[in-house]
T-cell receptor, first 111, second 112 residues
Framework: QQPVQSPQAVILREGEDAVINCSSS?????VHWYRQKHGEAPVFLMI?????EQKGHEKISASFNEKKQQSSLYLTASQLSYSGTYFC????????????FGKGTRLSVIA | KAGVTQTPRYLIKTRGQQVTLSCSPI?????VSWYQQTPGQGLQFLFE???????NKGNFPGRFSGRQFSNSRSEMNVSTLELGDSALYLC???????????FGQGTRLTVV
């Protein structure tokens, strides 16, 4: 079942912060975050595994709340290079379950 | 190391025809997944192959099929094309399901 992402789109000025949420109606075991720039392939940002771990990548971090079946991606002090569509993908408890992605959140950072 | 290679990059087909898309994964990766991307729908999972076996399948009609060869290269076939099949088809390879997936540039299919 496809996870639900919110918001669908957001516009930020450079230096502002944003949060992108990813919710699932099924139990979450792993959440993957990817960013796709226009005309390019999606690029891996990070994986969060069951356990509530928070990870970081430059000024982008994410959290994983098992009880709420939700993950959030935090972008702080946004840069123009952060623009793109962010996808969360939810996986199962083993490597046998494929990644199912949400519809994406379009992030636009303007000067 | 070489990334995921998809061929061709662009295709224009007529309704009713069939098409085959190819994906060469990163060397050593045994898992290959296919996704259909259309505006507003995100990445829709088609199927996943692991060591030449289809391990998972998404909710697509039987016109969509695939296979994986012993060298892990994968092909996707769509028969009796419909206008709604126009999309960007992406393949992703990984060592296994919970690992980072690497995407190819995709094949842009246009059905007229």
């Amino acid at each position: 079942q496809q996870p639900v992402q919110s918001p669908q789109a957001v516009i930020l000025r450079e230096g502002e912060d944003a949060v992108i949420n990813c919710s699932s109606s099924k139990a979450l075991y792993s959440v993957h975050w990817y960013r796709q720039k226009h005309g390019e392939a999606p690029v891996f940002l990070m994986i969060l595994l069951k356990g509530g771990e928070q990870k970081g990548h430059e000024k982008i971090s994410a959290s994983f709340n098992e009880k709420k079946q939700q993950s959030s991606l935090y972008l702080t002090a946004s840069q123009l290079s952060y623009s793109g569509t962010y996808f969360c993908g939810t996986g199962g408890s083993s490597g046998n379950t494929p990644l199912v992605f949400g519809k994406g959140t379009r992030l636009s950072v303007i000067a | 190391k070489a990334g995921v290679t998809q061929t061709p990059r662009y295709l224009i087909k007529t309704r009713g025809q069939q098409v085959t898309l190819s994906c060469s994964p990163i060397s050593g990766h045994r898992s290959v997944s296919w996704y259909q991307q259309t505006p507003g729908q995100g990445l829709q999972f088609l199927f996943e192959y692991f060591s030449e076996t289809q391990r998972n399948k998404g909710n697509f009609p039987g016109r969509f099929s695939g296979r994986q060869f012993s060298n892990s290269r994968s092909e996707m076939n769509v028969s009796t094309l419909e206008l709604g099949d126009s999309a960007l088809y992406l393949c992703a390879s990984s060592l296994e399901g919970l690992a980072e997936a690497f995407f190819g540039q995709g094949t842009r299919l246009t059905v007229v």
